[in-house]
RNA sequence: GGCAGGUUGCCCGAGCGGCCAAUGGGAGCGGACUGUAAAUCCGUCGGCUUUGCCUUCGAAGGUUCGAAUCCUUCACCUGCCA
């Protein structure tokens, strides 16, 4: 039997920007319509946390189960091992506990994301259940035997990395990740697999693999890169990634991301990263072109979003901290319990009474080194409860302190931090 | 294995005995303008007990009053030859 599948997930992808590049249009839009098909879609654990790359990801994953497909959710503890080349060059390998944890940490990541339960509920696998019992001589002739090197060769990512030099570790992964499609399809009949736009020559690898070694055609989507308008890479926040882990990136700080989007990007992150119904992600651009200044969309982005990775109940925390904090009043207008929900948001700290300016800066994380804490406030970026700091020498008495025995020290426009004085 | 070239601050990349914490570009950070947008312009961009001191130019030694710059050894990378 195969469940009731939603005959327009094909045409709700497209315009979604979804489908950046995949295998034969017409013949993949005919199976997704025909009944519920498996899917799998891999995370390799290189990092503690998933970020705004992997989002895509996932949330894509999602989308085509409450199509009425069936998702096979892979954290890869066998190519995490290994290590996909990239441009940047060659990788350090992590050791084997490190990457087993961060597969854990990375399945409960994803798992919030899927319904176990039903017709077409989701599977987590993990690639290292096949690989790693498998021999070398096994592995040499029933995989290697399909992938001719030059072939291999002129893929871009190993192209790129002639010059500067690949270990044969990264130039095999290709074989890994084909092997995972070829083991899912056999294990699991899932014919499809998707991935981001960089992992094209990985996606289409494996399903040349499963042409070779079982005759059979499975196909492959690839979604599209984000990036900034200005075609740089995305997800930088002062941190670093747009982790989704909150103890890495705080609820707060991945709230202010979305409301800081770029006008010209708010509908294409609409699209990608929430499920608002079209007629709503349509009227959202319209009010941005229209009446920009109210940001719409990016609150619209900002709310849905952080609700979908961090849920309700942290997303209006994040809201009311950034009311609080960038509203038009006084903060010392502000209850002691606003004020502490708000910088508990934000980031705090706490220092003695009496300490200046410049220690109030490093203390609170705003600044890395008293020299730069001087040097922003030379040049007027430093601020003390929404007041430009003038003096590197100041030393804020009682008569600062707001409610609770706060402080609020601002850097630049955005970045915010409290220091609680005591 | 031989020969040649390379290894500079977050990245790219100048410097080739003192004027070098080290030109320039990019990223980052701050300011102005705005809407907690983009673009633009300006400033800034190792640390500190900041008119000075300390640590940086692959690593360790050495020459010199003085080295990122010269010498020696080691490590790694690139190219040519075998």
């Given at each position: 039997?195969?469940?009731?599948?939603?005959?327009?997930?094909?045409?709700?992808?497209?315009?979604?920007?979804?489908?950046?590049?995949?295998?034969?249009?017409?013949?993949?839009?005919a199976a997704l319509s025909a009944g519920s098909v498996g899917f799998y879609v891999g995370f390799d654990p290189s990092a503690p946390s998933l970020h705004m790359g992997h989002l895509v990801q996932v949330l894509t994953a999602k989308r085509l189960q409450l199509?009425?497909?069936?998702?096979?959710?892979?954290?890869?503890?066998?190519?995490?091992?290994?290590?996909?080349?990239?441009d940047a060059g060659e990788r350090v390998l992590n050791p084997l506990d490190t990457v087993q944890e961060w597969v854990a940490r990375i399945r409960s990541q994803i798992e919030p994301f899927l319904s176990f339960e039903g017709d077409n509920a989701a599977t987590m696998v993990n690639n290292y259940d096949w690989t790693a019992g498998l021999s070398t001589i096994d592995f040499l002739r029933d995989i290697g035997k399909h992938f001719p090197v030059n072939r291999m060769l002129?893929?871009?990512?190993?192209?790129?990395?002639?010059?500067?030099?690949?270990?044969?570790?990264?130039?095999?992964?290709?074989?890994?990740?084909?092997?995972?499609?070829?083991?899912?399809?056999?294990?699991?009949?899932?014919?499809?697999?998707?991935?981001?736009?960089?992992?094209?020559?990985?996606?289409?690898?494996?399903v040349e693999l499963i042409r070779r070694a079982a005759g059979e055609r499975v196909h492959a989507i690839a979604t599209p890169l984000m990036t900034k308008a200005d075609g740089?890479?995305?997800?930088?926040?002062?941190g670093g990634a747009l982790w989704l882990d909150p103890a890495m990136l705080s609820p707060y700080a991945f709230h202010q991301f979305w409301l800081n989007a770029e006008d010209e990007k708010v509908g294409e992150l609409l699209r990608v990263f929430t499920f608002?119904?079209?007629?709503?992600?349509?009227a959202l651009e319209k009010q941005t072109a229209d009446e920009p200044f109210r940001r719409a969309g990016q609150r619209a982005l900002a709310d849905a979003v952080t609700t979908e990775v961090h849920g309700e109940r942290e997303t209006q925390q994040a809201k009311a901290a950034a009311a609080a904090l960038f509203g038009t009043g006084d903060l010392h207008d502000l209850d002691a319990t606003t004020l502490a929900a708000a910088l508990g948001e934000a980031g705090s700290a706490s220092a003695p009474s009496g300490t200046g300016v410049v220690d109030l800066l490093?203390?609170?994380?705003?600044?890395?080194?008293?020299?730069?804490?001087?040097?922003?406030?030379?040049?007027?970026?430093?601020y003390l409860n929404n007041e430009r700091i003038t003096d590197v020498e100041a030393v804020p008495g009682s008569g600062d302190l707001l409610p609770g025995g706060w402080l609020?020290?601002?850097?630049?426009?955005?970045?915010?931090?409290?220091?609680?004085?005591g």
């Amino acid at each position: 039997m195969s469940a009731a599948v939603d005959p327009g997930l094909w045409d709700d992808l497209t315009w979604r920007g979804l489908i950046a590049n995949s295998t034969d249009a017409d013949a993949l839009r005919a199976a997704l319509s025909a009944g519920s098909v498996g899917f799998y879609v891999g995370f390799d654990p290189s990092a503690p946390s998933l970020h705004m790359g992997h989002l895509v990801q996932v949330l894509t994953a999602k989308r085509l189960q409450l199509a009425g497909h069936t998702p096979y959710a892979l954290v890869g503890g066998a190519t995490g091992m290994i290590g996909d080349p990239r441009d940047a060059g060659e990788r350090v390998l992590n050791p084997l506990d490190t990457v087993q944890e961060w597969v854990a940490r990375i399945r409960s990541q994803i798992e919030p994301f899927l319904s176990f339960e039903g017709d077409n509920a989701a599977t987590m696998v993990n690639n290292y259940d096949w690989t790693a019992g498998l021999s070398t001589i096994d592995f040499l002739r029933d995989i290697g035997k399909h992938f001719p090197v030059n072939r291999m060769l002129a893929r871009d990512v190993v192209r790129n990395r002639l010059e500067d030099g690949i270990s044969y570790t990264e130039f095999s992964y290709v074989l890994l990740q084909s092997m995972d499609f070829l083991e899912l399809f056999r294990r699991h009949g899932v014919t499809l697999q998707f991935g981001g736009s960089d992992q094209w020559g990985n996606l289409t690898a494996g399903v040349e693999l499963i042409r070779r070694a079982a005759g059979e055609r499975v196909h492959a989507i690839a979604t599209p890169l984000m990036t900034k308008a200005d075609g740089t890479k995305y997800g930088k926040t002062e941190g670093g990634a747009l982790w989704l882990d909150p103890a890495m990136l705080s609820p707060y700080a991945f709230h202010q991301f979305w409301l800081n989007a770029e006008d010209e990007k708010v509908g294409e992150l609409l699209r990608v990263f929430t499920f608002l119904p079209r007629e709503e992600i349509e009227a959202l651009e319209k009010q941005t072109a229209d009446e920009p200044f109210r940001r719409a969309g990016q609150r619209a982005l900002a709310d849905a979003v952080t609700t979908e990775v961090h849920g309700e109940r942290e997303t209006q925390q994040a809201k009311a901290a950034a009311a609080a904090l960038f509203g038009t009043g006084d903060l010392h207008d502000l209850d002691a319990t606003t004020l502490a929900a708000a910088l508990g948001e934000a980031g705090s700290a706490s220092a003695p009474s009496g300490t200046g300016v410049v220690d109030l800066l490093l203390a609170s994380g705003l600044v890395t080194s008293k020299g730069e804490a001087r040097r922003t406030i030379a040049e007027g970026g430093a601020y003390l409860n929404n007041e430009r700091i003038t003096d590197v020498e100041a030393v804020p008495g009682s008569g600062d302190l707001l409610p609770g025995g706060w402080l609020v020290l601002r850097r630049g426009k955005k970045r915010l931090a409290g220091i609680q004085v005591g």
